[in-house]
């Protein structure tokens, strides 16, 4: 029998007052991405058919630009927090879930360059 309160039982196990973070940034790159994928979906629809000079044109617009680097960005963000999310809760060995996670970090910010970079080369001229 221990001679401890509920409150000394408990001290230590409680909760880290973290892990909230992650989860407002997913809920704020999702209310994000509701106008970013409507603009989108417009820019494609209106798009159709069109070429590669009309595409150039449209680009060249700064705002049209920087919407379209702060789509993706948002995009890739949301997607490794949720996939983050999905990698602590399901992997168990410790090994393969930091190596998931590090791979996850980066593949996103690569993708995000390069998409950024591509953006910039359309917008900016070849």
Not at 6 to 22: E, I, N, Q, Y
Not at 42 to 48: N, Y
Not at 57 to 75: E, K, L, R
């Amino acid at each position: 029998m221990k001679m401890r309160s509920a409150l000394g039982r408990v001290r230590g196990h409680g909760s880290a007052k973290s892990g909230t973070d992650s989860w407002y940034a997913e809920r704020l790159t999702a209310l994000a991405l509701a106008p970013l994928s409507v603009m989108f979906v417009a820019f494609m629809v209106a798009g159709i058919g069109a070429d590669y000079d009309a595409l150039k044109a449209w680009m060249s617009s700064p705002g049209n630009m920087a919407m379209a680097i702060i789509f993706i960005a948002v995009t890739l963000r949301h997607g490794a927090l949720a996939l983050s999310v999905v990698i602590e809760d399901y992997v168990h060995n410790k090994v393969i879930e930091i190596a998931s996670l590090i791979a996850v970090k980066f593949g996103s910010l690569i993708l995000g360059v390069f998409a950024a970079g591509a953006i910039l080369k359309i917008g900016l001229g070849d």
